[in-house]
């Protein structure tokens, strides 16, 4: 098994910066890539941006493109996403998630561990 847990959500204005982790551990050799995937209320769990657990992959929404940057630190087993120039439709709960080899990057069902999510919160 593989544990996730997320860090550094909380409420930011409009424009700002948050930059949340997610640390992992148990059975990280089982781990192909990270990702991080956000739910706003009423609304399905999308995709967000995903790393390779090794070399330089990475995939992202195109909501995100240039605002929200993955990054990972492998001695420390964890990865970042740094988020900037947030708004408020950037409002949700975000979950990291951890794929083994062969599974979709982008889909819910390609994921085979989660965290519990934290909630980042945007202001007008």
């Known amino acids: 098994q593989v544990q996730l847990v997320e860090s550094g959500g909380g409420l930011v204005q409009a424009g700002g910066p948050l930059r949340l982790s997610c640390a992992a551990s148990?059975?990280?050799?089982?781990?192909?890539?990270m990702g991080w995937f956000r739910q706003a209320p009423g609304k399905e769990r999308e995709f967000v941006e995903a790393?390779?657990?090794?070399?330089?992959?990475?995939y992202y929404t195109d909501s995100v493109k240039g605002r929200f940057t993955i990054s990972r630190d492998n001695p420390k087993n964890t990865v970042y996403l740094q988020m900037n120039s947030l708004k408020p439709e950037d409002t949700a709960v975000y979950y990291c998630a951890a794929k083994s080899y062969g599974t979709s990057w982008y889909e819910r069902d390609g994921y085979d561990y989660w965290g519990q999510g934290t909630q980042v919160t945007v202001s007008s």
């Open positions: 790393i390779s657990w090794y070399g330089d992959t990475t």
């Open positions: 148990g059975r990280t050799f089982r781990i192909n890539a």
